[in-house]
């Protein structure tokens, strides 16, 4: 079945720290895609970064990197040099490709950065 | 401005008094979907839509309707709201690469 787990419900990291906030998924599906979205407290959900099943490498988006393990089911957004306007919510998702666009998401994680 | 709007972003109401959400986006979008956040669950997407007239379920669509009669707009109704519904919901749509859009959110209280 389609699972989405994150594991940390809050972290904190020092400003200027990297900081690596953990998602694994199970899926059947051959075919997916992974997400992450930060969500500050104002409410917006911000897409940070995508990695599809497929791709060879780990993407990147500016200070955002996604770990992505295939094999241990893992897709770990890392972001580098925290800063204070990181403090948010961040959600990790996937998305099944087959027979539909169902999108589940994982319960997040609350990162706090100390200046 | 790309964007996606949601109609109308607080709404307070009581058990049973048949509401609709509205939710546009400009972006030509063939994929819209309906979310509902709640603390220590993350979003649960209530229904999705992959095309005019083409609708399917989430993880959690009991008690909502949509409908997709144009490509812009897809309204998320509650035709007989309970407290259970009071939540945080968000609107999102996508052109099938991977980005989801997400509109500002509606906060729906059922008393």
Not at chain 1, 13 to 33: I, M, N, R
Not at chain 1, 54 to 74: C, I, M, P, V, W
């Amino acid at each position: 079945a389609q699972k989405i787990t994150q594991t940390q419900p809050g972290m904190f990291v020092q400003e200027k720290e990297a900081v690596t906030l953990d998602c694994t998924y199970d899926t059947s599906d051959p075919s997916y895609g992974l997400f992450w979205y930060k969500q500050p407290s104002s409410g917006e959900m911000i897409f940070l970064i995508y990695q599809g099943s497929y791709d060879q490498q780990n993407a990147t988006e500016g200070r955002y990197s996604l770990n992505f393990q295939k094999a241990r089911k893992s897709a770990n957004l890392v972001i580098s040099a925290s800063q204070l306007g990181d403090s948010a919510m961040y959600f990790c998702a996937m998305r099944e490709d087959t027979g539909g666009f169902k999108t589940i998401f994982g319960a997040g994680t609350r990162l706090f950065v100390k200046a | 401005e790309a964007q996606v709007t949601q109609n109308p972003r607080y709404l307070i109401t009581v058990t049973g008094k048949k509401l609709t959400v509205t939710c546009s986006q400009n972006m030509n979008h063939e994929y819209m979907s309906w979310y509902r956040q709640d603390p220590g669950l993350g979003l649960r997407q209530i229904y999705y839509s992959m095309n005019v007239e083409v609708t399917d379920k989430g993880d959690v669509p009991e008690g909502y309707k949509v409908s997709r009669k144009e490509k812009r707009n897809f309204p998320l109704i509650l035709e007989s709201p309970s407290p259970n519904q009071t939540s945080l919901y968000f609107c999102a749509s996508g052109d099938f690469s991977y980005e989801q859009y997400f509109g500002p959110g509606t906060r729906l209280t059922v008393t």
